[in-house]
């Protein structure tokens, strides 16, 4: 049996008296937003004739993903980061800033205050032994060519086993994390390991959603990066290594054909020479494109719960499985 009850007064007085609507105090944006939201939810239990226990059991899973602090795990999963982002190159295009290197999702898994470095830095502490050596380089640029010294360059990436320091416990303190300052032609170059993709727990609640919709929950190998600089646009990206089975089927959809970068192996002992190194090692260039901008509200990322970022220790609330 059926029952449409949504559009009838009693329901719609319901929404109201929910939503605060009759209540002075509160925050009306929240009460607006919460009214479409629940009027949302509610239209659609009519509509699809939501069983009481198809509900309880969707709350079962919100409790196991809040358990887990794996909200920021299943958000890309479904969609939403990358929807922020459509947005955002919308509002730019609107804003008439064109052109740049794309941005793609920050994922849950930045920590603040990694070491600062001019120029070079190497990155990881030598301890994975299954870390293929990583050379990566590029030169910090604006949209019309000149180099951006002084730019800072943030990258954090995963290990071999996709694992990543601080949420990875058995890494050490901020390995595969590091600041590079841009040098005099805007170039940054790191020494670190390639790092391995990765996949959601398989018995986690994120994954539990994932397969209902008969979808997998991996990622490609893949490096971050935040790239800020005075007078232009910060940047919030990615790189996907070419040639990993996931490169273009990214759970987070974070993969965008422009940061598609391949992973050169080079075995020359003059080129491992020349970088020092002690063996063959694969090279990474990624060449950076900041749009111009005299907005300061453009040239900071945005504000969201970022590890030690703050006073606040939020390491309750970022740890977990979370891996993005
Ligand atoms: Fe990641």
Redesign the pocket.
């Known amino acids: 049996m059926t029952v449409k009850i949504f559009d009838t007064p009693e329901v719609q007085d319901f929404l109201n008296t929910v939503s605060g609507f009759d209540q002075a105090g509160g925050n009306e944006r929240a009460k607006q937003i919460m009214h479409r939201l629940l009027s949302d939810l509610f239209r659609l239990m009519d509509d699809y004739d939501v069983s009481a226990e198809e509900f309880w059991s969707a709350v079962s899973v919100l409790n196991a993903l809040g358990n887990g602090t794996q909200f920021g795990l299943l958000a890309p999963g479904l969609g939403f980061d990358h929807y922020l982002d459509m947005r955002m190159d919308a509002a730019d295009r609107e804003r008439g800033l064109l052109g740049g290197t794309p941005r793609t999702i920050e ?1 849950p ?1 930045y920590v603040a205050g990694a070491p600062e470095a001019e120029g070079f830095a190497r990155m990881d502490d030598g301890k994975d032994q299954d870390g293929e050596t990583m050379w990566l380089t590029g030169q910090v640029r604006d949209v019309d060519g000149n180099p951006v010294p002084g730019a800072k360059v943030e990258i954090w ?2 290990n071999s086993k996709g694992g ?1 320091s601080f949420f990875d416990p058995t890494q050490s303190e901020y390995n595969l994390r590091r600041s590079i300052v841009t040098d005099a032609e805007g170039r940054y170059t790191a020494r670190s390991i390639i790092p391995s993709g990765y996949g959601c727990p398989p018995d986690s609640p994120t994954q539990q959603v994932l397969d209902l919709l008969g979808r997998h929950g991996q ?1 490609p190998a ?1 490096i ?1 990066y935040f790239i800020s600089a005075p007078g232009h646009k910060h940047l919030t990206t ?1 790189i996907n290594l070419a040639g990993d089975p996931y490169t273009f089927d990214d759970f987070a959809f974070a993969t965008r054909e422009e940061l598609v970068v391949p992973a050169n192996r080079i075995e020359d002992p003059a080129e491992i020479a020349r970088r020092e190194l002690d063996g063959p090692f694969s090279e990474v260039v990624f060449d950076v494109e900041l749009a111009k901008t005299d907005a300061p509200e453009l040239q900071h990322r945005h504000a969201r719960p970022r590890a030690k970022e703050d006073e606040q220790d939020q390491h309750s609330q970022l740890a977990g499985t979370a ?2």
């Open positions: 994922g898994l990436h995963a990543y990622r893949h971050h990615q891996k993005v």
